[in-house]
């Protein structure tokens, strides 16, 4: 069906012009395949596909050039798409889902107003006044029931949610974006249609280069890398992330794990003939473009959307093996810059901003004046020049079928975007599609280039991803702004090579000095604009970088993820307090925490004063206490730390571990060369695995008894009160023949004795037992899955499979733990031993111990602040100690205990109300309510003695029926309002 639309110029009886809306049908389908594999059926999948699993593989191995590649892989597809269209259901897609708070009786008395509205209009001039005065008064009524119903059926849903993260928080966080429906006409045209529309699109967001550029010129002479491994196609395929969209075929990366599971042989011989021919597949070069409207962007421009490819999926497979290998090259010989920090492991936000203020601060220090410049690249990702791509890949000297696969990667790539007239495509002449596993990778390659120009000794440039950044400083302002002038021109210069543009107006710089008129500056004639700040990787710097600008926008998000929480979560209805305090750590502490190791380690107080203010709303919000409590008592309520402590906590973690900066003698004399930190990237080529019997996970503890050819080896791990131990015994013909015993720190985890165990032992055979078949036995299997994983975070794990790949004797498996295997008990006997006796042995600390004494510095300074506060003393008396588990106290309960509610004394405490005195005469007080009053006398509590009111009030709070008692009375006491008031 094509819909046209035109605005008609023809004089209509009201204020609109006609809209003429054509509707032509046509047998093309708008809407590509989606399978509904998460509900099973998977056998009948496999099934049809073992029928003709066969003959496609007989295709596979015959492979021998490019166009049977191509030809074989869409048939591989479609034979796929039948057995999907054999065993599953396809997906429909549900556009108006019909309310859950509409009744039969609303739409009664819908069908009644519009019955009231014809008879109105055909009722005679005398009546018909009242008729439509009464229709009116009618709608009025009726408009008020749909809107208490729909209230109460969003609170009725909110209220029954069980997951915290369900469609109440897509709703009210507007997480559940969709991709936005090209309906708004372009240049505001009064007539067009969608696929007119989506072709203007196309034509804008996907131009077609004005140069040719021939790929054959580029030939790669390198040594070719090693092919497959079944193992290497198999861990890509295991950590295939679930719920993403497929491509146009519709084959999702569920559907890839089940055949791979049943037919490993079929992907990796596939995969192994497209590395063997340098060629990548055609079909899975067709991307499915969905566009995603930018927040706060005009809809009628193309530039306000982002495209979004949706690629094949096992082309994406086969891509990741492909940056798999590519990256594992480039950092094995070093080719990327250490200032590049995108999208690359051991780099993150907060390296890169650490680096940024280090130069920042060397510069102060060594000038009068420095520039921070902020420059951004137009479509970075979408412009990329393919020539610069593939010179970038010769540059890097990458093994030559890798780059032949990926040069064959950028040819005849087209994109495509459906429409109800059917699909529009166009060839993708440059830049990597925004969607592919691929792109970070070229990307950073081809930026490399830009990080190695020649610049000065005083020019910094440093990069995450596409956000590029200069430091520049100069003892004079003539010297300053010759050098940043000129280093703009070298990156402009460079942009220009690689056929990418800079936007003038969105590059700004912040300068340090005391120039009353700072430098001008020019990006190609146009002047660079001087802010106060810039906004760099989320987080703001200012020119005096005492962070006021970035606490202000930190602060006006958390206005608007407040009010997000305001929509599931009211005083008396919504979400249960515990998802409330869920989404505050997990939403709103994690959007605040961003980069906080640049602005949150030396904190002022102006900052914390700051952070209590946004963190107030939320507590509020999550205890549904009255606004004028105190905010040092809903943090102990909640169990929720001041902000500003928690988010020094996190930046002491990240400068300590992530950054490997010490921190202050007064938190902590640990040094960052004294604790473990993770592996990053991979130790040996990613082709290398263990060989599949050299790791075993179920029980080994009969053939350890039965077996008397090999050397068995027992180890375990132990921590008691008294310390922790690490042993092995070695067996053969059930003797030992040898055993060790370690002694580790206290500090140390079960899992490094019992994993440093293993490590000893295996280094211990690797050394001494060459020659003999070995047997290992742990009784943990953590350490078993950590060693198996070739990119485990754990040191010690790669240190043993390293030892395995190259000691294939020596195998290792699970054994049962305290199942009477008498090499177990003996392993057990030693690690226990060895806690008080064993030799001294020194692993790194665990990052579980720093958090551990950072827990403690943040619970001791909170402690401080609550014990000496002159706030929320009543909760004081109640709680004098603070905990990082919340009270689950009932919003009436904390009312009652703060004794912030609708009481007489608190109303007259705070103006609200003339007089502190209850209706029946008492002083309105929250004790007075639970003992005296005659008018709650119902849920009155026995009177305490005046000494014994503080312990009065902890026993209601630790008393699960007088907590209740006090639930119901402050509820009544709410729903009673005027009896209480004195008239």
């Given at each position: ?647 020094q906590q996190e930046a002491k973690h990240i400068t300590l571990t992530r950054l490997k900066k010490p921190l202050s003698p007064e938190i902590t004399d640990i040094q960052p060369s004294q604790i473990e930190s993770k592996a990053k990237g991979w130790t040996l080529h990613p082709s290398l695995f263990l060989n599949t019997n050299q790791i075993c996970m179920t029980d080994g503890g009969p053939e350890s008894l039965a077996d008397t050819r090999a050397f068995h080896i027992f180890t375990d791990g132990s921590k008691t009160d008294e310390g922790v131990g690490a042993a092995y015994c070695i067996f053969k013909n059930k003797i030992i023949t040898h055993q060790w015993k370690g002694q580790l720190q206290k500090y140390n985890t079960v899992f490094q004795a ?230």
């Amino acid at each position: 069906m094509n819909l046209h639309r035109e605005v008609l110029e023809t004089p209509s009886l009201s204020d609109h012009k006609y809209i003429l809306t054509t509707l032509t049908e046509t047998s093309s389908n708008s809407m590509y395949r989606r399978y509904k594999t998460l509900h099973g059926n998977h056998k009948n999948f496999l099934k049809f596909l073992s029928t003709h699993i066969e003959q496609i593989s007989h295709q596979i191995s015959n492979i021998s050039n490019q166009q049977q590649l191509n030809e074989t892989t869409k048939a591989l597809q479609q034979l796929i798409i039948r057995a999907c269209d054999h065993a599953y259901k396809k997906k429909q897609v549900n556009f108006i889902p019909a309310p859950n708070w509409w009744t039969q009786s609303l739409e009664i008395e819908k069908k009644r107003l519009r019955a009231l509205r014809r008879r109105a209009q055909r009722a005679n001039s005398l009546e018909r006044q009242a008729r439509f005065i009464q229709e009116s008064k009618e709608k009025a009524i009726y408009k008020k029931k749909v809107k208490h119903a729909r209230t109460s059926g969003w609170q009725q849903f909110c209220l029954a949610a069980t997951n915290p993260y369900g469609k109440h928080y897509k709703a009210a966080f507007r997480k559940g974006v969709f991709p936005s429906q090209l309906a708004v006409l372009a240049n505001s045209q009064p007539t067009g249609s969608l696929s007119t529309i989506a072709n203007n699109f196309m034509d804008n967001m996907f131009p077609q280069p004005a140069y040719t550029v021939d790929y054959s010129q580029y030939q790669t002479y390198t040594q070719d890398d090693a092919q497959f491994s079944q193992q290497e196609v198999s861990y890509v395929v295991k950590h295939l992330p679930a719920g993403k969209a497929p491509g146009v075929d519709g084959i999702d990366n569920l559907v890839i794990k089940i055949i791979h599971k049943k037919f490993p042989h079929l992907l990796t011989s596939l995969f192994n003939k497209s590395l063997t021919l340098g060629s990548f597949p055609e079909s899975f070069k067709i991307g499915n473009i969905v566009f995603f409207q930018k927040q706060g962007k005009d809809p009628s421009l193309s530039s306000s959307y982002r495209p979004i490819s949706l690629l094949p999926a096992l082309g994406k497979v086969l891509e990741r093996l492909l940056t798999q290998r590519l990256t594992f090259h480039l950092e094995r010989i070093r080719f990327i810059s250490d200032r590049q920090f995108g999208f690359r492991e051991g780099h993150s936000v907060d390296t890169a901003i650490d680096s940024l203020l280090n130069k920042i601060q060397e510069a102060r220090t060594t000038s009068n004046h420095s520039i921070v410049l902020s420059i951004d690249i137009k479509g970075a990702f979408d412009n990329l020049h393919h020539e610069a791509i593939m010179k970038a890949l010769l540059d890097s000297q990458s093994p030559s079928n890798i780059t032949k696969v990926f040069f064959n990667l950028l040819q005849n790539r087209k994109v495509t975007v459906q429409t109800p007239t059917g699909p529009i495509e166009r060839d993708q002449r440059k830049g990597c599609p925004q969607g592919s596993c691929s792109g970070p990778a070229l990307w950073n390659l081809v930026a490399n280039s830009a990080l190695n120009l020649p610049w000065r000794e005083n020019v910094h440039v440093q990069a995450f991803a596409d956000d590029f950044a200069m430091v520049i400083h100069a003892p004079t302002k003539k010297k300053l702004k010759e050098t940043a002038q000129e280093a703009i021109n070298i990156f402009d210069n460079w942009c220009t090579q690689n056929h990418l543009e800079v936007a003038p107006e969105k590059t700004n710089y912040i300068i340090f000095s005391s120039l009353v008129a700072s430098p001008r500056l020019t990006w190609k004639g146009t002047t660079i604009k001087k802010v106060q700040n810039i906004r760099y990787l989320g987080v703001y710097l200012d020119d005096k970088l005492n962070w006021g600008a970035h606490m202000s926008a930190q602060a006006t998000k958390a206005l608007v993820l407040h009010q997000n929480i305001r929509k599931i979560a009211g005083k008396n209805w919504g979400i249960s307090q515990q998802h409330r305090r869920i989404l505050y750590k997990t939403v709103v502490e994690r959007m605040l925490a961003h980069g906080a190791a640049a602005w949150c380690l030396k904190i002022t107080a102006k900052i914390a004063r700051k952070l209590t203010s946004i963190q107030r709303p939320f507590l509020l919000s999550i205890t549904g206490a009255y606004r004028t409590s105190p905010t040092a008592a809903l943090q102990v309520i909640t169990g929720l730390p001041p902000l500003h402590l928690q988010l020094q906590q996190e930046a002491k973690h990240i400068t300590l571990t992530r950054l490997k900066k010490p921190l202050s003698p007064e938190i902590t004399d640990i040094q960052p060369s004294q604790i473990e930190s993770k592996a990053k990237g991979w130790t040996l080529h990613p082709s290398l695995f263990l060989n599949t019997n050299q790791i075993c996970m179920t029980d080994g503890g009969p053939e350890s008894l039965a077996d008397t050819r090999a050397f068995h080896i027992f180890t375990d791990g132990s921590k008691t009160d008294e310390g922790v131990g690490a042993a092995y015994c070695i067996f053969k013909n059930k003797i030992i023949t040898h055993q060790w015993k370690g002694q580790l720190q206290k500090y140390n985890t079960v899992f490094q004795a019992e994993i440093t165990a293993l490590r000893e032992a295996i280094q211990y055979a690797s050394e001494n037992l060459k020659d003999h078949q070995v047997k290992v036995y742990v009784d943990n299997q953590a350490s078993l899955y950590a060693i198996a994983n070739p990119k485990t975070k754990e040191q010690i794990a790669r240190q043993i499979f390293k030892n395995l790949i190259d000691n294939p004797n020596i195998k290792v498996s699970w054994i049962k733990a305290h199942a009477n295997y008498p090499g177990n008990e003996k392993a057990d006997e030693l690690a226990k031993e060895a806690t008080t006796t064993g030799q001294p042995y020194t692993v790194l600390l665990p990052t579980s111990h720093i958090k551990s004494v950072l827990k403690a510095c943040l619970l001791r300074d909170w402690q401080e602040l609550w014990t000496k506060g002159n706030t929320g003393r009543p909760i004081h008396k109640v709680l004098p100690k603070v905990s990082l588990h919340t009270q689950n106290w009932s919003r009436e309960l904390s009312i009652f205990l703060m004794e912030h509610g609708p009481f007489p004394t608190y109303l007259h405490r705070f103006r609200l109300s003339q007089t502190d005195y209850c209706n029946c005469g008492g002083i309105g007080s929250p004790i007075h309510y639970a003992t005296e009053c005659p008018f709650t006398l119902s849920w009155h509590l026995k009177t305490p003695a005046s000494s014994n009111i503080d312990p009065w009030r902890k026993s209601i709070a630790q008393n699960k029926i007088l907590s209740n008692k006090i639930c119901e009375l402050i509820r009544f006491i709410h729903q009673n309002n005027d009896l209480f008031k004195i008239n």
